[in-house]
């Protein structure tokens, strides 16, 4: 299957299939795929051919609106540039991360900055507990805060090895080898099937939103 990429006009920060495909799990068929998914999600509210933070929260939860601590860190990380919209090259090679096929480093490495929230290299215990309440909150999950303090100690307890009130790199890669479950949302199955047909089922206009 040749790219038709190169018959229309490129997005920006637009990167070749072929090199992508070699820096990704994903075929180059998959990444051609993946640029009409691009393009329709790019353009669902600006059509300037980049992801901006709006058009992320209506893929993800079908409402621009609704702000998420998760949806936003999700975004800061395919955001590799940080300046405030997600290109193409960026889309790629972010949901590699989530392919079956890709490393479980890899996979640990991208949870453990989603989890550090200040960026210090560290998972400090409120930044958990911020993340244990988005998640919570993001799946519709009601716990009183008595029961997240307890998820929250039980968690720190056991990875914190080194018992100096943060968790690193190390200590989270050992204790997600102990509870896999732990990156069980860092593998999308679907990623490892992509084909042209798959861009159709993404939500595409805020009319239908609002006729729900």
Known sequence: MGCYCSKEAKTPGYEDPATLAAATPFTVNEVEALYE????????????????????????????????????R???????????????????????????????????????????????GYIEREELKEMVVALLHESDLVLSDDVIEMIVDKTYSDADKKGDGRIDEEERKEFVSKHPNMIKNM??????????AFPSFVMTSEVEDSEM
């Open 37 to 72: 998914l691009f393009k329709k999600l790019s353009s669902s509210i600006i059509d300037d051919g980049l992801i901006h933070k709006e058009e992320f929260q209506l893929a993800l939860f079908r409402n621009k609106n609704r702000r998420n601590l998760f949806a936003d």
């Open 74 to 120: 999700i975004f800061d990380l395919f955001d590799v540039k940080r300046n405030g919209v997600i290109e193409f090259g960026e889309f790629v090679r972010s949901l590699g991360v989530f392919h079956p096929d890709a490393p479980v480093d890899d996979k640990i490495s991208f949870a453990f900055r989603l989890y550090d929230l200040r960026q210090t």
């Open 187 to 196: 593998t999308l199955p679907y990623l490892k099937d992509i084909t042209l």
